[in-house]
């Protein structure tokens, strides 16, 4: 993906003028740096990659589901650190406790009060490995931190620092000692991709940089947690026309009357969608989003939001493949 963006940072106001290292540095120059930086790491799919950083600069979380040994840990991992901000890796096993992650309270004898001791959530990217090995409580402790950017604790909110994702990943294929996540919990994912098995080329480039733990050694940050935030803010501005909007309901109404599907889109999946179609389209350096940044980013952002009937899948049909129905059924809008 190319992302020029010197026009979208001469049209909109919040475009990010980055500071620091990178002071007249364009949204589409430190999108690139992002991007280019991760891809010395995961080779061979870079338009994972390229969803991977829209996710984060629409203010969402990812979920990165595919079998072991292909690169999910490590672009988590790239992505965290090619940003100068904090993060943490949790390990996710079935005695993981709830306070593992949020923190909890130690008593001071000097004070004779209790001090609240914050856990792994409060970094800026959380990456939570292996997600669906951790018990359905454990799992619940994520639902308020995903979407209200905040925890409680005896009774008292804390907020978490912006930029504020968490990265899981998740094994479908070995499900033995796993939870599987509720609806409630995979609906708080503003993306969920998948890497596949790299090409011949791809997989030579990783033999030849020894393999992704020494290159991720020597990953160096290339932005900071300030120019994220800017780029954030820059992404909110994107235009979305009302003729869009209608087109983004048009494909939820769509699917809650597919035969395929038990349940269809909710209207914070239509949000979710209008956030990362913003985020493609700042990404293609524009201010203002097309039908096809919707296109683009509905797969990633619908098919794990969608509830199949119970024949569906002996049909052979699932989620990736209704969203395409779907989005072949509804007229592309013209006008602007």
Known sequence: MTATTSNFAATSPSAPAAAGDHPSATFGQLFDAITANVASVVHGNRQAIDLAVMCLLAEG???????????????????????????????????????????????????????????????NIVLADEINRASPKTQSALLEAMEERQVSADGVSHQLPSPFMVAATQNPVEQEGTYRLPESQLDRFLMRISLGYPG????????????????????QHVVTADEVLRMCQAVRTVHVAPVLKSYMIDLAEASRSHSGLLLGLSPRATLQLARATRAHAAAHGRDYAIPDDVKAVASPVLSHRVMLRPDSSSRGLDGVMAIDEILASVPVPAGR
Do not use: M, Y
């Open 200 to 219: 011949r080329q791809a997989e030579l480039a990783i033999l030849d940089s020894n393999g992704a733990a020494d290159a991720l050694l020597a990953l």
């Open 61 to 123: 979380h990812l979920l990165i589901e595919d079998v072991p040994g292909v690169g999910k840990t490590s672009l988590a991992k790239a992505l965290a650190a090619s940003i100068d901000c904090t993060w943490k890796r949790v390990q996710f096993t079935p005695d993981l406790l709830p306070t593992d992650l949020v923190g909890v309270g130690i008593f001071q004898r000097a004070t004779e009060s209790f001090v609240f001791q914050p856990g792994p959530l409060f970094a």
